[in-house]
């Protein structure tokens, strides 16, 4: 009888042990079939689009101290990623498209600036405690040199220059002095597209300790890092393109002060 009691009683608790229900839908199968279409010849189309002018790999080191707080006896895992604040190119020298008023960058300065983000998780000296969580964000910026174009026959930055003219009058009773109440004015404004960047990978070399050493079962509430960040970005421009055969970069010639092209 005891024997049966205890099964009866197992078979009551298994009885009791159900898994938890989950819904479904049971999908219906569609038909596909490829859809036709039709190809209009286009003779060398003009498109506009992002160009990749540069993709370098800057190398950012930083330092940082981070506090724990309750300390620390133990860093179990750091997950780092990276936010970029700031991707800017600066152009800082310049050659002439033709006699047109745009200009190929040549060399620019290319400035970055963000933050790595840091999720800390470590154990305290609590027995049995529950792993504690510290996100730090760490900035950084600075500065790289960037010579265009980066390949043999790669794409470079295009500015185009606004300009200013004045012209002015002489006093025409006497024909001997400037009349300073008349002048002519001429103003043209080229709206460039501004180029732009993109993050692409962040490749992290990292060295974690605290800066006084502790025992193995003491606690330190200071982690001292040292990282070296390999960051790697496009930089990009919005430009015109003839596609063909012989694809070319489209540039614009405007009437404005530059001299017309010689025949």
């Known amino acids: 009888m005891k024997r049966g009691i205890i099964l009866n009683e197992q078979s009551e608790n298994l009885n009791q042990i159900s898994p ?24 060398a189309p ?40 700031q991707v800017k190119l600066v152009p800082v020298r310049f050659a002439r498209i033709d006699n047109t008023d745009f200009f190929r960058v040549t060399r620019a300065k290319l400035f970055v600036a963000g933050h790595i983000r840091k999720n800390i998780e470590y154990a305290s000296s609590a027995c049995n405690g529950a792993l504690r969580d510290r996100i730090a964000d760490v900035p950084f910026s600075g500065f790289t040199e960037l010579i265009f174009p980066q390949t043999p026959e790669g794409p470079t930055p295009i500015i185009g220059i606004s300009e200013f003219a004045e012209a002015n009058f002489l006093n025409e009773r006497t024909q001997l002095d400037a009349r300073l109440d008349k002048a002519f004015f001429q103003n043209l404004v080229k709206y460039n597209e501004q ?28 982690l001292r890092e040292k990282i070296v960040l390999e960051l790697t970005v496009k930089v990009l421009q919005v430009q015109q393109i003839r596609l063909g055969a012989g694809s070319a ?15």
Request: aromatic content about 6%; hydrophobic content about 45%.
């Open 46 to 85: 003009t498109i506009k689009i992002p160009v990749v002018l540069a993709e370098p790999t800057l190398q950012i080191v930083v330092e940082s101290d981070i506090t724990l707080n309750p300390a620390a006896t133990e860093i179990k895992r750091v997950k780092k990623n990276v936010f970029l604040n």
């Open 249 to 263: 970069v489209i540039t614009p010639i405007l009437p404005g002060l530059t001299p017309p092209v010689s025949p």
């Open 20 to 43: 938890c229900p989950v819904a479904s839908t049971e999908q219906i199968p569609l038909t596909n079939e490829v859809t036709p279409v039709i190809a209009t010849p286009v003779t």
């Open 195 to 222: 180029p732009f960047g993109e993050l692409v990978a962040a490749n992290f070399f990292e060295l974690d300790f605290s800066p006084i050493m502790a025992a193995p079962e003491g606690t330190f509430s200071t």
